[in-house]
């Protein structure tokens, strides 16, 4: 079959081998790619975005314009992208029904008897922002705040996946915590701006770097002036904590307003990353934004091609946790030199607390290991064996191995 498409597209060689693990990605046993380890469908719907890229990469390498292979790829888009909306509809068919699957996080907080506020937030380049608060149920003064960050192509609804019985955000919440759920821009809840248009490339033109430059300072500074804090406490999953390194390093001050910072398989260095497709892809980081005509998007499922990209950059990268790479001339005009900027985890002098997964094959436990080595103000790690990337947000048994550990961690509300 492989073969077939291949030489339909009139592609060879290297072309043929990227071909065929993309082909072949169904059946990868990784915890992105394979479907019978998703819990919510996002796998499929991720699936659906990695075909473009694939189709994409090939295309762009191999043909031109006006090249057979052009057409016939544009022909093989539409065919892959029925395939896998069948895939997700055929995923969704077979889940339990849950009336909450298509609630906003705010409905979804109602649905389980908590009140929830909405707030918003621009960030100092224009952003805005929304913010899912759960206020403290009891009265008696002030309570301690805690914001929780979701990882890449998720919002704030991925704590509340699980029931309140293991959700983080309802656990803390029945606590009576201040629980603040953020969100990044680009995703469902925060694709707004002052002036630029969600429609337009422009907006989409932000990485890792603007995430944490100017989305994690606003969000904090924002919470802390609403509740008369001086403090708070940080969670986050995945990217959530790379960005929120990479605001204490640019913005040093921030790190006496943290209690605690909570990084549940925290990415940083993502030199061991271990699923198939994306080490393919790896090689191709800097081609990305030159992707977006064909792919038809500026965006991908809630976040910029640049946030994707620099998931591979790094990897190419190495041992290291690097600014975006704009290729020689453009690090020249950001960064002052040909090579990106690489981020100084000694700075990040917040008190941290990592949570790993053995098994996770996305932040990799020698991945972990070279970030414990880096941090300037590492309190504790723990790992927990058998945990995949995902299973610190939707696993069984994620309240009795993690939850009551985590809030633990954190100063009594």
Same mark, same amino acid.
């Not at 892959?80 to 409905?107: C, D, G, I």
């Not at 990485?207 to 509740?227: C, F, M, Q, R, V």
């Given at each position: 079959?492989?073969?077939?498409i291949a ?6 060689g290297p072309?043929m081998m =990227?071909?065929? %693990?993309?082909l072949d990605?169904?059946r990868?046993s990784? +915890? ?5 380890? %998703? ?6 719907t991720?699936l659906?975005?990695?075909?473009? =890229?694939?189709?994409a ?7 031109s #314009? ?11 888009l539409? #065919?892959?992208?029925r ?5 997700? @509809?055929? !995923?969704?068919?077979?889940? /339990?029904?849950?009336v909450?699957s298509?609630?906003?996080?705010p ?9 929830v ?9 224009g952003y $805005? ?8 149920q ?18 704030s ?18 606590? #009576?915590?201040d ?19 969600? &429609?337009?490339a ?6 890792w ?8 300072p @606003?969000?904090i ?8 804090? *001086? ?6 999953? *995945? ?5 929120f ?13 943290i ?5 549940l398989?925290?990415?940083?260095s993502?030199?061991?990353f ?8 790896? /090689? !191709?980081? &800097?081609?990305?934004?030159?992707? $977006? /005509? ?9 976040? %910029?091609v ?16 690097q ?13 002052? #030199?040909?090579?990106?900027? &690489? ?10 607390y990592? !949570? ?8 990799t436990?020698?991945d972990?290991?070279w970030?414990l ?5 590492? &309190?504790? %790690?723990?790992?927990?064996g058998?945990?995949?990337?995902f +299973?610190?947000?939707?696993?069984t048994?994620?309240k +009795?191995?993690?939850?009551?550990q ?6 009594? /509300?």
């Amino acid at each position: 079959m492989q073969q077939q498409i291949a030489e339909e597209a009139n592609v060879s060689g290297p072309s043929m081998m =990227f071909y065929s %693990s993309v082909l072949d990605n169904q059946r990868q046993s990784g +915890d992105v790619f394979s479907p019978r380890k %998703s819990v919510v469908g996002m796998i499929p719907t991720r699936l659906d975005c990695f075909y473009k =890229f694939a189709l994409a990469l090939v295309v762009l390498t191999e043909c031109s #314009s006006n090249d057979v292979g052009y057409v016939t790829a544009r022909v093989l888009l539409k #065919s892959w992208r029925r395939k896998a909306e069948e895939q997700r @509809a055929n !995923f969704f068919n077979r889940l /339990p029904k849950n009336v909450e699957s298509s609630y906003t996080t705010p409905e979804v907080i109602k649905n389980r008897g908590y009140p929830v506020e909405t707030r918003h937030v621009a960030t100092d380049d224009g952003y $805005i922002l929304e913010l899912h608060r759960i206020p403290p149920q009891s009265s008696t003064g002030p309570k301690s705040v805690v914001l929780l960050m979701h990882g890449v192509l998720e919002s704030s609804g991925t704590w509340l996946v699980n029931p309140s019985s293991r959700s983080l955000a309802m656990l803390l919440a029945s606590q #009576s915590y201040d629980v603040w759920l953020g969100n990044f821009r680009g995703n469902r809840y925060a694709r707004k701006h002052v002036s630029l248009n969600p &429609k337009r490339a422009q907006f989409w033109k932000f990485s890792w770097d603007e995430i944490g430059d100017h989305d994690i300072p @606003a969000i904090i500074n924002y919470i802390l002036k609403e509740t008369g804090r *001086s403090k708070l406490s940080y969670i986050g999953h *995945s990217l959530g904590c790379g960005v929120f390194f990479i605001a204490m390093i640019k913005h040093p001050e921030l790190n006496a307003k943290i209690d605690a910072m909570v990084g549940l398989a925290p990415l940083s260095s993502f030199a061991n990353f271990t699923t198939a497709l994306f080490r393919i892809l790896a /090689p !191709f980081g &800097k081609l990305f934004e030159d992707l $977006i /005509p064909l792919m038809g998007s500026n965006y991908l499922m809630g976040t %910029s091609v640049p946030v994707i990209a620099q998931f591979a950059q790094n990897y190419a990268a190495g041992e290291i946790f690097q600014a975006y790479d704009y290729g020689w001339k453009g690090n020249l005009m950001q960064y002052g #030199s040909t090579k990106p900027l &690489k981020y100084d985890l000694g700075k990040v002098t917040a008190p941290v607390y990592v !949570f790993s997964g053995g098994n996770d094959r996305i932040v990799t436990p020698l991945d972990v290991d070279w970030l414990l080595t880096q941090l300037g103000n590492l &309190k504790a %790690s723990t790992r927990i064996g058998n945990y995949n990337h995902f +299973d610190f947000l939707w696993g069984t048994d994620v309240k +009795d191995r993690l939850y009551d550990q985590v809030i633990a961690l954190l100063p009594p /509300p």
